[in-house]
Structure formats: C-alpha cells, structure tokens
C-alpha cells in the first residue's frame, strides 16, 4: 500500500501502481471555508498509513463529518480508486445499508448477487479510501458489512465518522475535541462575515468573542448557529442572551448564589453534550413561532429536500405556502438549514443533530404520524410524475431527480410497507419505480423492495399486477429465469381473471423478453408481436411500448430479417426523436449498427454505436453499455485495429460479471463476441491477445468510454502498438447473423 500524504502534501515511497489523474470520487464540494485541525489532519494521516480502519469519534456538532471528508479530499488522490462517501444518516432500514453502499461505490450491478457479493466483487482489487459517516443508529449493521469488506478487499481503507467506534479488531480511534481557542474564534467570525457583511474580529468585540467562544466550548455547530443570529443582534447581545440561557442550566443567577445541580460541580459549566444541546435549544428558542413549526416538520426528510416538497408536506393554516420561502430563507441564515446546488437544482438539508431536535419537538406536537403520511404522499405523487415525466424529453432530468430523491423514496416506501393497510401503496411505489431500476442501473435494490412489496397481501389489484410485471422485468435482466417465470404467470392469470389489458400485455411483453434473451427467437417474436398489438389496442405508448418494439427487432434481426428489423428500429427513432426519448433510443440504435455492420457499413455502425454508448453512460445502463463495447471490439476489428479489439473485450468482460451471465449465456447475443475474438486471436496470437485481453480489464467503465469516446491516450501502455492490417486477400466480414445461423438450427 502507497503511503498516505501528509496535509502538506508531502508523502513516503510512492507506490508501483501511480495514482490515477482525476481520481473518481463522490465527495461533495466544501460550501465554506475549513478552518483549523491542522494537527487533526496531520494525525488523521498517520493513522491511515499504519492502520486499515480510522474511526473519528465525538458528540454531535464537534465537526467530525467536516474533518472526515477534508481528510479524504486531501488523501484520494494517493489512491489509485480515490475516495468515496457513504452518508449513512438518511438511512432508517438496515436493509437499505448494503444498498446504500452499492450507491456510493458505484459498482452497478443487474444480477440477481446479493449486494454485498457486488460489493466484494467491486472492491476486491482495487486501492479505495472509503469514507462512511453518520452510522450510530445503525453501527451493528455498519460495522458488520464494514468488516467483511476489510476482510475481502486488502487494498480498502475506511475512515469513519460517527458518535462510537465501530468497534471492530484493528479499529484506530481518534475522540474529535472542539476547537482550540484560536480556531474557534476564526470560524465564528468567518462564519459571521457571511451573515454581516461588514463583520470584523478588532478591539471592540474581541473580549465578547473569545467568551462567547469559551462559553460555547469551541464546537463548530454552536458557533455557526451563534453566528446566524447576527443578523439581529451584536455579538454582546448573544453572548448576554446565551449567558442567561447557560445560568437557567446550570441553576445559577444574577445576584444569587449558584445552586448545585446534580452532576455539576457548583458554578461549573455544563458538560460539551449539554453545551451544543443548550446552543441549539437557545437558537430554537429565538426562532419565530413559524421558524420553530417548519423546523420540527422538516425533521421528517431524510437528506436533501427541495421547496416543493417543503410546501406540500409542511404548509398549513400555520404555515401559509406563500410564506414558506420567506421562513426558509431565515433557518438559512440562521444556520438550521443548509442551501445546496447539484444536478437537481436547489435543494437543502439538515445537519443531524438539529435534526434530531426538531423530530423531538414535532413527536411533542403530536403531529408526527399526519407529516410522515404527507411526506409519503408527496413521495407517492413525485414517483408518479417522473414516470409519466420519464418519456419525454426531461428524461435526464427525471433521472437526476429521483438520484437525489432516493433518501426520501427509501422512507415512503417504508412507510407504505409498514403502515397498517398500506402495503398496495409500497407495491404501486415500487412498480412505479420500474424506469429507475431498469433504466438507471438500480436493478438490485429494486428488486428488493418489489420482493418485500408482494410478500404484502394487498386488496387492490391493479397495484399488486403493477408490482408483479415490474419484478419480472426486473428478474429476466438478472438472468433469474425462475423467478422472472413465476412472477409474469402470476401477472398474466391474475390481468386475465380481474380483465385488467394493461398488466396483461406488460406481461406477454416481459414473457417474450425472457424467451429472447433464453434464444427462442420464433417465441420471442411471436409474443412481443402479440404485445405491440395490445398495446396499440389500448393506446399505451411510452419507453416500455417502445422497448418491446426494440426487443421486436432484435428477435428478427437474429433470425436473418434484417431490413424488418431496420424498419422497426427507424419507426422507433422516429418516435423518440418526437417524443425526446433517449433511453430506449440507446438499444434500437443497437440494433442499427448491428445491422449497418452486418452490410458493410463500419463506419455507420461505429457512429451508431458511440451515441449508443454516450447515452447509456448518461443513465448508468450498464448493459446497454456492455453490449454497444461488445459490438465496437468487432467494429473495431474490422477497421484494422485487432489489439484495440481485445482491449475492448477486455473491457467488457470486467463489465459482465456485474451485469449477469456474460451475454446472457445466448449463442444469438455472443456471435459478435465469439467472432471477434476468433479473428482476433488469428492476428495478435494468443499470447498477445491476452495480453491485450488483460489491459482491456484493469479498465473500468469510465475510462472505457472515455477511451472509446475521448482521447486514444486512454489506452494501457502494454498495447499501443503499430496497429494490425488484415491480409489483403481477406474476405469481407461475414455477418454474426449468418454466421450462427447454420448452428442456431
């Protein structure tokens, strides 16, 4: 293992294996300014070069998930896979842990592997700083997992953040303190030059600052809180109002002697714990009866949450919609909020400690229960929009959305599968769920909770049939025939019995999708055929309709009907094309380069296939993705290039274990493959195309793309060599159709 550097950039030996340029990574941009824990870092760092397990411990406040992830943002780039965050504190279902991991990680898996195989798997060979943060509610789960992933991956390190160790064998912890005197009166006035412009540390607020600092024992959130306050008063008058506030606690008063509460020596401050608790209480306290209602409502989000859901499960006769902006802006300002910008545009949070205090005063209103069901609601109502959203041209942003909305649709659909009567909402929000399972690379967690939604006996049928196409969508990409089988006969009988025509042709639909990627071509095209009629006979038109026309023409395709298959295809580009659909425009892009390759037509094919590719990179479809590099190793092949070629295979055999059975064990999807690799190794030798085979997989999936989309400075250094010519007297390509059309018999 490389040395890990030192906050001032220097570091020991370096590795063999040198650090990636733009190391991959999910640690969020820094909002401010850090400020101290020079000696922290250095420490941090030290600990990290002898120890596989770091754990940073303290009380709520005192700033250890802003340590924890400077620390790794200076670290990552020693590591050869860089560093990535798991936020454990959105979480409230253990069974949502391993999920969240996969998440972090981003080893996107569509088997049927439990999680925690694909995390494993992922991590097994790589070199990876992981940083996991907020995991006191569930350390037993956390520390579980955790400790099987040392164990399986000698090249990850952890650094975790949290109230408690982790308690594992090996485990370094290092108790997080306040800030010092010095640092402590730097990140007050730093935070206070964001409230007041104007604000300065001098001569006249020194004394009152370096107090206040004390008062506050140097923890980060009770400064930031004290300084929002700013806006209204001077830094004298919190410090005399906080005064007060500390004296109430600890029994003392002006003019009076000190009583002595229990647990405290007389006159003595209270503990750190009842500091930053006294802080926020003090903060609640000077809050607008508005201010102090929103904050205990917004304590039912988990994560970030943008004002649309803040007006729909928070408003009320207390809390006007027209006002909420108005009262968001001051818990901003205040520091109880926290504004943040990404992909899916504004939204905020709140730190876990304030939190806490707010859940604590909305279980005191007795109002608890009617906001969880609102958030639920809301949750219920987005998922819905998004699909419908799903086949339109907002798809990215669709995807984008409900990337940042997981934390919440995580608790709804607990909440549904929890709830007394509720389980036909839990079904209909998984169903609903169906484009980003499939479409955005979720396939495992989603299956999960589809499973856990029918294992529910529900009343309403329609939600239960929506649930039971979904999973058999879902099992057929997992390879799990079995389960995909039962779970579209269930569909199929019960649209059959109750005439429900939508869940019965989602069904045939998914059927044939099976019977295709198991090689029954002449059944697959007799029941997808089947489906489209269907559907057109109940006018639904949308991604999936469209997929089984894609599915349509790779049925006919592999069966040597090409121009019918470019016909399909085109008719569905067509309708993307007016609809703004890019997901299932991905696969009939596809099959047109399969079919422009199969004609001669290389350079259309290679066009075809790298748009094909940019799109499913976009959504995380890995096996959209796989199958475009499968077909660019043969393109590639053909244009002269046969190292490139078994790069590429490479490549893509990285990629297969995480999607399934490697082109789902079909003769028809591996005769790319197979003739690829023939020619290939007649040109390289075996030697030299393994060799290349090898390079192909030490890359990931990103440089695998940018590679083939990007700069050819991508390529490993083992196989740039002179490219390879085919013989003059070669024979044109034969076709994979033909080719394996004398065996599919």
């Known amino acids: 293992m490389r040395r890990i550097p030192r906050p001032d950039g220097s570091s020991g030996p370096p590795s063999s294996r040198p650090p990636l340029p733009g ?11 850090f400020i101290g824990r020079d000696d922290e870092l250095a420490a941090l760092a030290q600990r990290l070069e002898s120890a596989r397990l770091v754990t940073l411990t303290g009380l709520g406040g005192v700033g250890k998930s802003r340590l924890a992830r400077r620390a790794a943002a200076i670290l990552q780039d020693r590591f050869c896979d860089g560093a990535r ?51 006191e509610h569930l350390v037993a789960e956390c520390a579980e997992l955790t400790g099987e992933l040392l164990r399986r991956a000698p090249g990850l390190r952890v650094l975790a953040a949290g109230r408690r160790p982790l308690g594992l064998p090996g485990e370094h912890t290092l108790p997080l303190a306040p800030l010092n005197e010095a640092d402590a009166a730097a990140l007050f006035a730093d935070r206070a030059a964001a409230v007041v412009a104007d604000f300065a540390v001098g001569p ?13 024992d140097g923890i980060p959130l009770a400064l930031e809180l004290a300084a929002g306050r700013l806006r209204a008063l001077s830094v004298d008058q919190v410090l005399h109002r906080l005064d007060d506030r500390f004296r109430l606690l600890t029994g003392t008063h002006r003019g009076a002697a000190p009583s002595r509460p229990a647990g405290h020596a007389q006159g003595a401050p209270p503990s750190r714990h009842q500091t930053l608790r006294t802080a926020i209480g003090w903060s609640h306290e000077l809050c607008t009866p508005q201010e102090r209602l929103l904050w205990a409502r917004l304590s039912v989000f988990a994560g970030q949450f943008d004002l649309e859901a803040v007006e729909y499960v928070c408003s009320g006769p207390e809390l006007p919609v027209d006002e909420l902006l108005d009262v968001i802006s001051e818990l901003v300002a205040q520091s109880v909020l926290v504004r943040e910008e990404g992909a899916a545009g504004v939204r905020y949070r709140m730190l876990d400690t304030v939190r806490a205090y707010g859940a604590g005063w909305l279980e005191a209103t007795q109002d608890g229960e009617r906001l969880r069901r609102r958030h639920r609601d809301w949750y219920l109502g987005l998922a819905t929009w998004c699909e419908l959203d799903w086949f339109s041209p907002r798809q990215a942003e669709v995807a984008a959305r409900i990337e940042a909305e997981l934390p919440n649709l995580r608790v709804a659909l607990e909440q549904s599968l929890e709830g007394e009567g509720d389980a036909y909402l839990g079904q209909y929000l998984a169903g609903t769920l169906w484009f980003y399972w499939v479409g ?26 929506k649930a039971l196409w979904v999973v058999g969508y879902v099992a057929v990409l997992q390879g799990d025939t079995l389960g995909a089988m039962a779970a579209l006969q269930e569909c199929r009988e019960e649209a059959e019995r109750t005439h429900n025509a939508t869940a019965a042709a989602y069904a045939l639909h998914r059927t044939g999708c099976l019977a295709l990627v198991c090689d029954d071509m002449p ?103 796989v199958l475009a590099i499968e077909m660019l190793a043969l393109v590639t092949l053909g244009e002269g290039d046969a190292e490139e070629a078994a790069v590429l295979q490479g490549a893509a055999g990285r990629i297969w274990p995480s999607v399934g059975l490697p082109l789902f064990g079909s003769r028809y999807f591996n005769q790319p493959h197979a003739l690829c690799e023939e020619r290939a190794r007649e040109l390289l030798g075996a030697e030299r195309y393994e060799a290349c085979l090898r390079a192909g997989g030490g890359l990931d999936l990103d440089r695998t793309v940018a590679r083939i989309l990007g700069s050819a400075e991508e390529a490993p250094e083992p196989c740039r060599m002179a490219r390879i010519t085919p013989p003059a007297t070669s024979e044109p390509a034969a076709s994979p159709s033909a080719s394996g059309g004398e065996t599919a018999g």
């Open 85 to 135: 965050l798991v936020e454990i504190s959105p979480l409230r279902d253990p069974q949502v842990l391993e999920h969240a991991f996969v998440e972090a990680l981003a080893p996107v898996d569509h088997t049927g592997r439990p999680p925690r195989a694909a995390l494993c798997d992922h991590l097994a060979g790589r070199e990876l700083l992981l940083v996991l943060d907020g995991y």
């Open 523 to 625: 059944r697959a095209e007799k029941l997808l055929s089947g489906a489209l009629v269907r559907y057109r006979e109940i006018g639904e038109l949308n991604s999936n309709v469209l997929m089984g026309q894609v599915e349509l023409a790779m049925a006919v395709a592999f069966q040597g009907e090409l121009e019918y298959a470019v016909r399909l295809c085109e008719d569905v580009q067509q309708v993307c094309g007016d609809h703004g659909e890019r997901w299932t425009l991905a696969y009939a892009l596809f099959v047109l380069a399969f079919a422009a390759w199969t004609g001669g037509e290389g350079g259309r094919a290679r066009e075809l296939l790298e748009e094909c590719l940019a799109i499913d990179h976009t959504f995380h479809d890995l096996l959209g993705a």
């Open 204 to 216: 006249a607020n020194e004394a009152a600052v370096t107090e206040l600092c004390r008062r506050l």
């Open 440 to 465: 955005c690379g979720r396939l495992s967690e989603g299956r999960q909770w589809l499973d856990r939604a029918l294992e529910l006996e529900s009343d309403h049928d329609e939600a239960r049939l």
């Open 23 to 33: 190391n991959p990574g999910n640690l969020p941009a820094e909002l401010n300014r």
